[in-house]
């Protein structure tokens, strides 16, 4: 059963999501513009690019995600995102 959590991200990276064994679809819904991007391996080291060069996304988005991949948030002002 998909949980949904609620975050608000700012001006650097905040992981919203990680991958399972078997794969998932991420479903992300935001308030406004914001910046994604996907990293593979710990779940502690955020993308090696500035928060706002990320993925732009307006509204909602949904992206596959499978074991080790982490998914990262930004905005350029605080945005709420609910991610399912």
Excluded: C
């Excluded at 608000?8 to 991958?19: D, F, P």
């Excluded at 928060?51 to 074991?67: E, I, S, W, Y």
């Amino acid at each position: 059963m998909a949980t949904t959590q609620n975050f608000t991200v700012g001006n650097s990276w905040t992981r919203i999501a990680s991958g399972r064994a078997d794969g998932q679809v991420v479903k992300i819904e935001g308030a406004g513009q914001f910046n994604l991007a996907v990293t593979v391996g710990a779940k502690s080291i955020p993308p090696d690019i500035p928060p706002q060069t990320g993925h732009r996304v307006t509204g909602k988005t949904d992206l596959p995600l499978v074991a080790a991949q982490h998914l990262w948030a930004s905005a350029a002002t605080p945005t709420n995102l609910t991610v399912t």
